[in-house]
Structures are given as structure tokens and as C-alpha cells.
């Protein structure tokens, strides 16, 4: 999308004169409310609480159909090479429901691993599946990093109530101290070892992988061969696991069209299997499919996840707004932001186009939260009286049976309190506590928080993050962002002594040269 175009030059007028919009004044229009809010069953979107006035929303709109956003949708579903730079299909989707329009070879291949994975976790979930020592699995250390090790964790630690499989343990930080401290707790003879690592060569993974099975070969007292039967690898690179000495068959594989980020739907979810079953996990998988076939099928003007694409747009592209903070009121939701925030910025950090010439707008925004109400009495303060404008994301359930009442009372009470606060402000005549107000929000209220609304709840933002990509003409899925430092961090562990002053002064002053 060029900021010359006429859509976007009258976006850019109506941008200056945005100062002058009051939210709580649009809200008394009759009909805002109902033009947006978008009920998708299991989640209702507020969208109401913006700095948008009818005008905006219908250029917003068009900027979406005239950037082909719903067009490169389809393309990226019906299995087109849209990752532009390593010439690859991005079928994530095509996990949630494998659509007869996409290759055979990925269907056949989606179909043997999800029976794979349902069989081996259903065996370690009744015991039939053992440790070495013929113990059944009690405990399984889920190694990996990025979106092997957010996703998968993220989900487990939502989904708690869910759990009737073996305890999980997540690990991804390459600090000893992580894994040494866990191994510690645990019985090695009923400890399973899962490394997850789409290329099996991430350094971070490998490392801790070797940790771990080093720590089952001193506690069983076991040969190297030995301890990798009591481990399991998730993959793209089977040849690496099996050199690496991983059995054939506890080798679980995903296809190389997946990327880390939107791996959580592949076999990367084994580690949810295991805790919650097959069943939930299958739960998940149709939570988000709901989504993908609203996202295709619904008209823009009601459409949740372009919506809230075109409002961050607004934000972040004329309004100025560089940052978006996510604030679930629900303390299992925890690492709901964690993982958008690498969803996000990995996907749309980006200065590059499609065709490979410098961006001209400001992308992906950064992300950052953490849950209410821990938020209020840490960040608010800036949210309300702070000089930045920072659209919010609020997040809750209606129901929540594992809290109780009183509790839920008060923090739902809570979360809606604080987007009216940040709408309608307060007049003072004490400077000091005086609220300008006009901030914006959006309210999502899960009916209660299972499988399948976790399931729309994620979809729901991966394809927000599509839209912005689109409209934006970068590549969201692909991450050389990420590459350079690995190379360096290789650079300096082999040796190499060609640094500038301030870093070989580090490496000296850390013990890493002489």
C-alpha cells in the first residue's frame, strides 16, 4: 500500500483534525454500538470505544479492499507460495481444518501425523507408553524456544483445569539454571524428554536437550542410545532428529510451510495432548477454524479481526501510536501476551516490501501487557494521565468456574471500569488529578475460557496480524530479523576475535576472550 494513494491522502487529513473526536460523544450516535461490535458466539468484540467516526471507518474499509487484503487471504489458504522469500506455502490454517483445495501431499501428510500424535499421547496418557525402567510418564519436559516452546506453553497454562495427562514442564531459556533447578524435582525414571525445534539445529534447544538427557543418563545410569529412548522429537528436519539419535518412531514431524510462530496447531501441540487430551486439543483446532471461516466469509463491515486490524492501523499509521498493550483480566491468560508479542512483532516487525524495496509506513506495533489487575497499580497510571497515546486491548471471561464469585465480581467490575475511565476521564481542578480521558479501547469477553474459545481467541489475533501485513505489502512470515545474532553468537563461541573496542572489551570483561 502506497501513502500516496487517495484513500490513504484523506485518511492523512482527517488524522489532523483526530484530536477533535470525542469517544464518548460517538457513542451517543445511534447505531455505534451495533456498527461495532461484532458477536462471534463464544467471543463478543467491542470496538465502539475508538477514535473513529463513520467517515474513517468506510476509508478504513476501503483501504482493506483496496489493498486485496480478503483476496491474499484466499491465496494464502489455498496453499500460494505467499512467504515470498523462502518461496513457501503458510498453511497453518490448513491444520485447523485441511480444506480438499489443498495439496494432497499436505493433507496425507497432516492426516498420518495427527494419528501419530494422538496414538503416542493417548499411550503416555494411559501408562502404556513407559520410561526406560518400565515406569509410566508422570512428568514430560517440553524443550524449545520461540513458538516451539510460547505457543504449547501458553495454551497448558490457560488451559489448567483441562489437565488429566502427566505434569508439563516448559523449558526455552538457555540459563542452566532453568533446567538444572527443574531436574531437581522430578523422577528421571518417569520423565519423559520432548525437543521441539523446527530445524533441530537451534543452538538454545539442542543444549538444553542435551542437559536433560545427560541428567536421565546419570540418574538411570543409562548409555547415550539409552536415555533418546526415552525422548521424543517435534520436527521438520527428521533426518537431524534421527542423527541426533532419536528413535524413527518417537519422531513427530510438521510441514516446512508451518512457521515456529503458528506451529501451537501442528504436533508442536503434542505437549498439550499429553496434558489435556486429545479431545481438547482437537477443541482448540475447531476454535480456530470458526474463526478462519468468519474471517473468509463474513462482510467487512462486520468482520472482527479486519476491524481490529483497521483500527491498529489508524493508530499506529496516522494517529502515531507505536505501541499496543493487551491486558487479559484473567490470570490463566498470562502468556496470551507473551505469545502475541512474538506473533506480532516477528511477524510484522519488517522494512521490507513484498518485491524487496524499503517500506514506507510504520509497521508492526510493539506489543506489551500483562494481566489486570496487577496492571492497574503498575502501568495505568501512563494509560491515563500519560502523555502517549496507547490503544488497549482488554481481555476477560464472563464465567469463570474456577474462581469464585465474589472474585469474578469484582474483576470484571474491574476491566470495565478501566475502559470507561480511559473514555470519559474526570474533570479536577487539581491538575495532579485531573484524567483527560479519550483513550481508546477494545473489550473482548470470552463466554468462559475452554479449548475452543482459546482456539477463536488466538486465530482471532494471527489474522488481525494477516490483515496488517497485507495492508502494509510486507512478508509476515518469515524472521531473518533473527538470524544475525545467532550468527554472531556462533561467531564468538568459535573463537573469533574480529570485534569492535566496546564488544571485545564485553567478551574480555565477561570471560569469553582473553
Sequence with gaps: MSPTTDTWVKLQALAAEANSIKIAEQLNIPGRLDRLSVDLGRIYVDLSKHA????????????????????????????????????????????????????????EHVKEERAKLDSLSHRIRNGTWTGITGEPITDVINIGIGGSDLGPKMVVQALREFHTGPRVHFI?????????????TLNAASTLVVVSSKTFTTAETLINAQTALAWLETELDLDKSQSRAQCIAITNNRKKAQAFGIPEQQILTFPDSIGGRYSVWSSIGFAICIALGVDNFKSFLAGGAQIDHHFLNS????????????????????????????????????????????????????????????????????VWGQTGTNGQHAFFQLLHQGTKRVPVDFIGTIHDELSKPEHHRVLLANMIAQSEALMTGQVNADPHQQYP????????????LDPESLGMLLALYEQKVFVQGAIWSINSFDQWGVELGKQL??????????????????LKKAGLSD
Aim: glycine share 8%; proline share 7%.
Design 172 to 184: 526455552s531459556n538457555v540459563d542452566g539454571a532453568e533446567i538444572l533447578s527443574l531436574v531437581k
Design 299 to 366: 462482510p467487512p463491515e462486520t468482520n472482527a479481526p479486519l476491524l481490529m486490524a483497521l483500527i491498529g492501523i489508524w493508530y499506529n499509521n496516522f494517529l502515531g501510536a507505536q505501541t499496543h498493550a493487551v491486558i487479559p483480566y484473567c490470570e490463566r491468560l498470562g502468556l496470551f501476551v507473551d505469545h502475541l508479542q512474538q506473533l506480532d512483532m516477528e511477524s510484522n516487525g519488517k522494512l521490507s516490501t513484498l518485491e524487496g524495496e524499503s517500506v514506507e509506513l510504520e509497521t508492526g506495533p510493539i
Design 52 to 107: 473513529v467516526t463513520e467517515e474513517i471507518l468506510r476509508l478504513l474499509l476501503n483501504l482493506a479492499e483496496e489493498s486485496g487484503v480478503l483476496d491474499h487471504a484466499r491465496e494464502m489458504i489455498s496453499g500460494a507460495p505467499i512467504n515470498v522469500s523462502e518461496n513457501r506455502p503458510v498453511l497453518h490454517t490448513g491444520l485447523r481444518h485441511p480444506a480438499p483445495h489443498l495439496p494432497d501431499e499436505f493433507i
Design 437 to 448: 480521558g479519550n483513550r481508546p479501547s477494545s473489550t473482548l469477553l470470552l463466554d468462559k
Design 489 to 506: 553468537t556462533n561467531k564468538i563461541l568459535g573463537g573469533a576475535m574480529d570485534h569492535d573496542p566496546s564488544t571485545s572489551e564485553l
